[in-house]
């Protein structure tokens, strides 16, 4: 699309950054006309569309110190405007108020040209001081991608998806070089994930809170490096669809537990009543359904 040639007059420009509210929470590209690289396209609430070129350093600069969450999630599957272009946007300047950003379904991995980098190596060369979520979930991760994330200072990340990204052990063992000591949340479910990658993560993320490890290869050498979790707030674990060893969980120190996700077939009744000696209150959640089954030991 274009650059419009049309004056831009500032009262237009002031009206739309003094109710900066309307930038709030909003979907980026989400249509072709919304060139994140090349203009964009406002009414002035008289019915005229007033084109702004995101050129511009002011407008560029408006928009950064506006922005507060970014999804570009819908854009997976669509062609009309290539991904390196948005990600470049996200990768220049600093965004100081972004605290969310959703790049769920995208495919990371691709380049604009041959020799030029990925999206990801090109996502990551951005600023974003604030931000406390991001989801890759349901994107490719290879070890090349983890090792550009975790040279990413996110200082006040608190949660992060990777879920569904065929994230492998070697991939994994990097995440402990990332600096995000305020991770609360990490969900790293339905990968390929073994023994090293969980020990790669017992000394790392001392907040962190929940650790969702379902559907991945979790057997009893993975369940034993698992139990050294430096995690004491820690109070969700989930472990569903892999092959643990209740009796190793015996070693946890995580006094704030209050749910762990288990299978029926590897914990037995005398499993369930262990885990509630060692944790009172504590609600073990079975199946693979969005509901799970709460077993209750009286």
């Not at 108020?97 to 379904?105: A, H, I, R, V």
């Not at 200072?153 to 995440?175: F, I, M, R, Y």
């Not at 995000?180 to 017992?202: I, K």
Request: charged share 15%; net charge neutral.
């Amino acid at each position: 699309m274009a650059s419009s040639s049309q004056t831009c007059h500032p009262a237009p420009i002031t009206r739309m950054f003094r109710g900066m509210q309307t930038l709030r929470d909003f979907i980026y590209l989400k249509v072709q006309s919304f060139a994140f690289t090349d203009a964009f396209v406002e009414h002035d609430g008289v019915g005229n569309s007033v084109h702004l070129s995101l050129r511009s350093s002011f407008l560029r600069q408006g928009v950064h110190n506006a922005v507060s969450s970014i999804s570009l999630a819908k854009l997976a599957g669509q062609t009309d405007i290539p991904l390196y272009q948005h990600l470049e946007v996200l990768a220049n300047g600093t965004w100081p108020k972004l605290t969310s950003l959703d790049l769920s379904g995208l495919d990371l991995t691709t380049q604009s040209s041959i020799g030029s980098p990925s999206c990801m190596e090109q996502l990551c060369r951005g600023t974003w001081p604030a931000l406390t979520a991001l989801n890759l979930s349901h994107t490719q991760l290879d070890h090349a991608a983890i090792r550009y994330l975790t040279e990413v200072k996110l200082p006040k990340l608190e949660t992060l998806n990777l879920s569904w990204t065929w994230l492998g052990d070697d991939a994994a063992v990097q995440l402990q070089r990332a600096q995000w000591p305020e991770l609360r949340h990490l969900s790293v479910r339905f990968n390929l994930l073994h023994a090293p990658a969980v020990a790669a993560f017992t000394s790392s993320w001392p907040k962190l809170r929940s650790l969702n490890l379902r559907s991945n290869f979790i057997d009893s050498t993975a369940t034993a490096h698992l139990a050294q979790g430096q995690w004491p707030m820690l109070e969700h674990l989930d472990l569903r669809t892999n092959r643990t060893d209740v009796w190793q969980l015996r070693a946890g120190l995580w006094p704030q537990l209050r749910t762990i996700g288990l299978d029926l077939s590897s914990l037995g009744s005398e499993g369930a009543s262990w885990l509630l000696a060692k944790w009172p209150g504590l609600k073990i959640e079975s199946g693979g359904g969005q509901t799970a089954d709460i077993i209750v030991i009286s």
